[in-house]
């Protein structure tokens, strides 16, 4: 399984993306379920919140299955706590911390992601360092 950040999802519906067209080719060569969280959907949707379209398109991804949700639950909650404090100088934020601790419960090393910066510096329990694609 892959885990995917906002950025990436941004980059899938927004042609005039830098990374749109990269995102794209990459997202063709997976063969393993690509999982997400809410939060991250609903950074995405905010990120493009200037075309009704693209966030239309967001959604979609999520409703025809290419990207599916995986749930967070109350018991992740204090350790999204911690996260966010642990890495407040960066600082995390929710959608990050979401994937962390999902990342860490499912045993996920792999996330598909723009932020290179912070995901290299993350250090999921059990798992280390992520594989960051992109």
């Given at each position: 399984?892959?885990?995917?950040?906002?950025?990436?999802?941004?980059?899938?519906?927004?042609?005039?993306?830098?990374?749109?067209?990269?995102?794209?080719?990459?997202?063709?060569?997976?063969?393993?379920?690509?999982?997400?969280?809410?939060?991250?959907?609903?950074?995405?949707?905010?990120?493009?919140?200037?075309?009704?379209?693209a966030q239309s398109q967001v959604l979609s991804i999520i409703q025809m299955g290419d990207v599916q949700l995986t749930a967070l639950v109350?018991?992740?909650?204090?350790?999204?706590?911690?996260?966010?404090?642990?890495?407040?100088?960066?600082?995390?934020?929710?959608?990050?911390?979401?994937?962390?601790?999902?990342?860490?419960?499912?045993?996920?090393?792999?996330?598909?992601?723009?932020?290179?910066?912070?995901?290299?510096?993350?250090?999921?329990?059990?798992?280390?360092?992520?594989?960051?694609?992109?």
């Open positions: 399984m892959i885990l995917i950040d906002a950025g990436p999802l941004v980059a899938l519906v927004d042609r005039s993306d830098p990374w749109h067209e990269r995102c794209l080719a990459f997202v063709k060569t997976i063969r393993e379920p690509i999982l997400t969280v809410w939060p991250a959907v609903t950074e995405a949707v905010f990120l493009v919140r200037s075309s009704f379209a109350a018991p992740d909650v204090p350790r999204i706590r911690e996260l966010i404090v642990k890495y407040h100088d960066l600082p995390m934020d929710l959608a990050d911390a979401a994937l962390v601790r999902v990342a860490e419960r499912e045993r996920i090393r792999t996330i598909f992601t723009l932020d290179r910066r912070d995901f290299e510096i993350y250090r999921p329990a059990r798992i280390g360092r992520f594989h960051i694609v992109s």
